[in-house]
């Protein structure tokens, strides 16, 4: 059994996909063809935002954003605790202040409390400006977006939304990569929606960011790409990755997502009052990017993990480490004390396999066998 079979949704797409690529290689179109702008089309459209914009990679995508809004060494970014560790890289990259913020134990998402503290603390150091909120979507659901809106507004901030994970979720029908001043997303294979190498895509409403964002992702060019007007990075979205791209985003709507939610009830109803299940607030949809359930500690979540490894069963601890544990970060002193729940999540979190292409027969075994090791 895999964790996330690539190799099963190819043979069930391979005529598509292998008729896609070869269409490319047949056009020779490598950089920015023909593909690149019908999917960058499809993908704003599916989304909800009016431009989208694709790039090498879903850290560039953050990079190139954190660019486009002109976020300078003077300025404080505030980033979840608990999320993969690109979030807060892009910050530190940028030599800008990259503020940790505890995440909400149900959600695994930025707690909007936890943020306004941070803010506050940040304000009354001094030392630097309070500037972007980058929320994370993690495992596939939306942050809370009505309050940290609020929040942002407020405090006179940019949110970027980081939906690495989150493509596919919804807030009452708004799907995710709508609710960032600009959005980001990754196609790394392993994500809801993935290619065959690397890739992301950055969204937006307003032109006037659209038009930097294709500047800043090819060496800042102008209106001739010989014309160089800013700084900018060599960070684009390879037309056979695009084309691919294409099918499987075909497959994602029509199929793979909703079988997605499936497997994710199945374990939901077979799990629940043995482990905690992943809470969804009111209104929301996760795409289920991971499926992590809560053990009662870090014993039971080892021995738990050990267990399913004895039989056959993939699982993965996403994350071991917050963001404020990575060695990199070891003198981050500021708000420690603040980071209790991450702190606590890294200890107590298990992800199950969780792929469009699991079977019935697949799932149950799953679950007969976290029974059998928990009870
Ligand atoms: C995967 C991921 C990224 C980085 O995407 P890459 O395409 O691997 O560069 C950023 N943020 C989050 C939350 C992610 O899960």
Excluded: W
């Excluded at 409403?205 to 010989?226: P, Q, V």
């Excluded at 084309?243 to 994710?264: P, S, Y």
């Excluded at 009052?273 to 607030?281: A, D, E, H, N, S």
Aim: charged share 25%.
């Amino acid at each position: 059994m895999e964790f996330i079979d690539l190799q099963r949704q190819y043979c069930a797409l391979k005529k598509e996909i292998d008729e896609a690529i070869h269409s490319v290689l047949n056009k020779s179109d490598y950089i920015l063809g023909e593909e690149v702008g019908l999917f960058e089309s499809e993908l704003a459209k599916y989304v909800g935002a009016r431009h989208c914009v694709t790039c090498a990679n879903g850290t560039d995508a953050l990079s190139i954003t954190l660019k486009a809004l002109n976020i300078s060494q003077t300025d404080a970014v505030f980033v979840p605790a608990f999320t993969f560790f690109a979030t807060a890289e892009v910050v530190s990259l940028n030599n800008s202040a990259c503020i940790f913020v505890d995440v909400d134990e149900r959600t695994f998402n930025m707690s909007s409390e936890s943020l306004e503290r941070a803010i506050k603390l940040v304000k009354k150091e001094g030392k630097y400006n309070p500037k972007a909120v980058i929320a994370v979507d993690l495992f596939g659901q939306c942050a809370d977006y009505d309050k940290i809106r609020k929040i942002t507004n407020q405090y006179g901030l940019f949110l970027i939304e980081d939906g690495a994970q989150g493509f596919g979720g919804e807030i009452r029908e708004k799907r995710a990569c709508s609710f960032g001043d600009i959005s980001t997303t990754s196609f790394f294979p392993a994500k809801p929606l993935g290619c065959y190498g690397d890739g992301g895509a950055i969204f937006t409403d307003d032109s006037d960011y659209a038009a930097l964002l294709k500047s800043l992702r090819f060496h800042g060019k102008g209106a001739d790409k010989y014309d160089n007007v800013r700084i900018g990075y060599n960070s684009r979205l390879d037309t056979i990755q695009a084309a691919i791209l294409r099918v499987k985003l075909k497959a994602f709507k029509e199929r793979e997502l909703e079988k997605r939610q499936q497997i994710a009830a199945f374990y939901d109803k077979n799990l629940k009052g043995l482990v905690k299940t992943p809470f969804l607030q009111e209104g929301y949809k996760s795409s289920y990017a991971q499926y992590t359930i809560i053990l009662k500690d870090g014993e039971q979540r080892n021995n738990l993990q050990d267990y399913l490894k004895k039989h056959g069963i993939p699982s993965m601890v996403y994350y071991p480490k917050s963001m404020h544990n990575q060695t990199v970060y070891k003198d981050y002193t500021l708000n420690r004390d603040e980071l209790k729940v991450s702190q606590n999540l890294e200890q107590c979190v298990l992800s199950l396999p969780m792929h469009p292409y699991l079977t019935d027969e697949e799932t149950q075994r799953i679950v007969d066998k976290i029974k059998e090791s928990l009870c």
